[in-house]
């Protein structure tokens, strides 16, 4: 005859009746928590959408203007640039003038 496997003293446990009407209790109001987090979550992720979408409009706007405003500076330098050569150049001319150079002489010197 064979040997039974396994120690003959050994423990054996009962198994416990398990409540299944309770476990599934327990996890339908962990699924509806969670449920409810996720709409939180999307609602909230929602607003958010707007809120980057009504910034980003803003920015545009704003990258405009500034660009605009650069234009206009640079130009206005640009025309400050030549009222200062301009300026200077009827200096130069007045000088040569006031130093007894000709006209004909002058414009032999700018050529």
Sequence with gaps: ???????????????????????VAEKTAE????????????????????QMKAKKAELKAVTKELTKAENKKAAAEAKAMEEA???????????????GMSADEIVAKLQ
Excluded at 1 to 23: I, Q
């Design 1 to 23: 005859m064979a040997r039974p496997k396994g120690s003959k003293n050994k423990a054996r446990t009962v198994k416990a009746s398990v409540d299944y009407a309770a476990v």
């Design 31 to 50: 699924k509806e928590k969670i449920e409810s987090e996720v709409a939180a979550l999307t609602a909230n992720l929602d607003d958010l959408k707007t």
């Design 85 to 99: 050569k301009k300026s200077e150049a009827e200096d130069v001319l007045k000088k040569l003038l006031a130093s």
